[in-house]
């Protein structure tokens, strides 16, 4: 009796392999729609400054969080003189609200007021142009320094915000995908 193998029309490929073409949501993660943007913008004398932002999901799919900016730290605990200013993510998936802190080059040159924001979270100096992210659970966010003006006048030069302006981007994140595609792949 005569063996013969069937082909296939199509390679049959293990079931491992596969996940060498995606990347880990631990290091990376793809968009899952499209991007939500928003501007933040701060003048001088606002004490009561506390920008939010609601993220909707992708085609009215319901609410997936928030994001916004504040003052994080004033002058001589003066709010109208803000030093430092937080942006900030709430991911409904999550917990936790995830925090970068903006800082003025005064702030950020006093090593123990940085130290003290650095309890909020990340923290980095304030410059037109400056880029940051903030990575949740299925939310990220990337936010550019658009404009930025310090205020003149008495107290330590470049040390209060006069304005900032923060674009911000909120992308969802495939995170779902990633880990089915790990559970079913192994």
Not at 124 to 152: M, N, S, V, W
Request: with cysteine; proline share 6%; glycine share 10%.
């Amino acid at each position: 009796m005569c063996s013969t193998s069937r082909r296939l029309p199509w390679p049959v490929l293990p079931r491992r392999p596969l996940l060498h073409l995606y990347r880990s949501p631990r290091r990376a993660a793809a968009p899952a729609g499209p991007a939500t943007r928003f501007t933040a913008l701060y003048r001088q004398g606002d004490a009561d400054y506390d920008e939010n932002f609601m993220i909707e999901g992708a085609t009215g799919s319901g609410y997936r969080g928030e994001c916004g900016m504040g003052v994080a730290e004033g002058l001589d605990n003066d709010l109208t003189k803000p030093t430092a200013m937080d942006v900030w993510l709430f991911d409904k998936g999550d917990v936790r609200t995830m925090t970068t802190v903006l800082l003025s080059d005064f702030a950020f040159g006093n090593a123990s007021l940085r130290e003290r924001l650095r309890d909020k979270g990340d923290v980095i100096l304030a410059a037109p142009g400056q880029i940051f992210r903030i990575q949740h659970k299925t939310l990220d966010l990337e936010g550019r320094i658009a404009d930025l003006a310090y205020a003149e006048g008495p107290g330590p030069a470049k040390s209060t915000f006069k304005t900032l302006r923060v674009e911000l981007t909120v992308t969802p994140r495939m995170t779902v995908v990633w880990d089915t595609l790990s559970r079913t792949y192994g």
